[in-house]
Structures are given as structure tokens and as C-alpha cells.
């Protein structure tokens, strides 16, 4: 089972920049297309950012797009999110998540089979 785990979050004034990175415990993972959601309070968990296994497709919510960058390093099996320009709105629990089945970026979340614990992002006004 491959597990993923995230760091990086923390507490931002808006305006700030974070950068969100997620490591995976076995190489199964940087084969396929990687992804970070974000789940707000009383809010479904929704899409931010996706990349596909080669790092040349890359995918982003409308909300974040020119703000947020994802990358990704197969050789160290990282993929990571840098978040320029935060805004309040974008205070979330962010996810990191690995697909076994999909090699191009998708944005759906039934897409993806191994998901991170979770870090805070909180930004303030």
C-alpha cells in the first residue's frame, strides 16, 4: 500500500506564499497522475491542482489558476504545490492524492487511490 504524506502547510497573511509538498512511500506512485485537493469546512473536498506522470499535462481549478503551480520530481517521489498570492477563500485542510490507474492529469477524485492525511492551510486577512 502506498502511502502518501504531506508538509508544508501553515498560517499565511493573504498576499503570502506556501509551498505544499507530498512524498510517496513506494516508486508505484510517481508512474501515474498526482493531484491536490482541498476541503474547506462545512464544504466537499474539491479539485485544486493535477499533473500527469510525465509532469507536461498539468491541470488547475479556475479559482487558482496563475496563483498555484504543481510539480513534481518521479525521481524522489515527491510532488509538491506552490501557492502564490493566498487568499482568505483559500484557508483548507489540502490533500495530496496518487492515482494506480491514470497517467494523465484528471480532476475528478474518484481518479485517485491513495490520499495523504492532510495539512492545514489557513490565511488570513
Known amino acids: 500500500q502506498v502511502q502518501m504524506v504531506e508538509s508544508g502547510g501553515g498560517l499565511v497573511q493573504a498576499g503570502g506564499s506556501l509551498r505544499l509538498t507530498c512524498a510517496a512511500s513506494?516508486?508505484?506512485?510517481?508512474?501515474?497522475?498526482a493531484a491536490w485537493f482541498r476541503q474547506a469546512p462545512g464544504k466537499e473536498r474539491e479539485f485544486v491542482a493535477a499533473?500527469?506522470?510525465?509532469?507536461?499535462?498539468?491541470k488547475y481549478a479556475d479559482s487558482v489558476k496563475g496563483r498555484f503551480t504543481i510539480s513534481r520530481d518521479n525521481a524522489e517521489r515527491t510532488h509538491d504545490l506552490q501557492m502564490n498570492n493566498l487568499k482568505p477563500e483559500d484557508t483548507a485542510v489540502y490533500y495530496c492524492?496518487?492515482?494506480?490507474?491514470?497517467?494523465?492529469?484528471?480532476?475528478?477524485?474518484?481518479?485517485?487511490?491513495?490520499w495523504g492525511q492532510g495539512t492545514q492551510v489557513t490565511v488570513s486577512s
Open positions: 492524492a496518487a492515482s494506480s490507474r491514470v497517467t494523465y492529469a484528471r480532476t475528478n477524485l474518484r481518479d485517485y487511490d491513495y
Open positions: 513506494e516508486g508505484t506512485a510517481s508512474t501515474y497522475a
Open positions: 499533473i500527469s506522470w510525465s509532469g507536461v499535462d498539468t
